[in-house]
């Protein structure tokens, strides 16, 4: 078991590095990508469980907006179990694509790769790496901007690991639809 954990997080290490490398070469396509995360969105999320059968669907807005170099987010969603805040933090270190999450008292770092048109989110922690990862793309659909998330996160319940599979789609708010801030 051990052996194999090793081998997985080895395997894990050669892909980020990887996938790493080209991302550094391309640090203003990413300062460029991130440009299209500013403002504000608004749509629904959906989390499901294969190992239970939870599913779970809830609206989220996020807003983004420029400091500098940095680019602060913040995202407000209404679970089932009540309002969830976290706040975000997004620049290259380097050439390297960084964010820092915070919800609460909780508070996780990710690298960033811009890979086949869309942002790959991995855990800076490499033992998470396997348990964690998102994919965001910004696309037009319908005469509109939309913001498409998919991921997966890892649990523990009675039986053992589970993952939740994670999918959002966001909608680009014009200035019209913005309102007061």
Known sequence: MLLFRGVVLRCCLYLLIICLLPAYALGNELLDYLKAYEGRWVGQFSIHSTANGYTESFPVEQRYWWDGDVLYGLAVSQRD?????????????????????????????????????????????????????????????????????????????????????????????SDSEEGPP
């Open 81 to 173: 179990s009540g309002l969830a805040v976290a706040s975000s933090k997004t620049w290259l270190d380097g050439k390297k694509l960084m964010t820092e999450i915070k919800q609460g008292d909780s508070k996780e770092s990710f690298y960033g790769v811009l890979h086949d048109g869309a942002l790959l989110w991995l855990p800076t922690d490499m033992q998470r790496a396997n348990d964690y990862q998102m994919r965001e793309f910004i696309v037009p659909k319908d005469g509109k901007t939309k913001m498409a998330v998919e991921g997966f996160d890892t649990y523990v319940y009675v039986d053992g690991l589970a993952h939740i599979i994670i999918k959002g789609e966001l909608t680009l708010q």
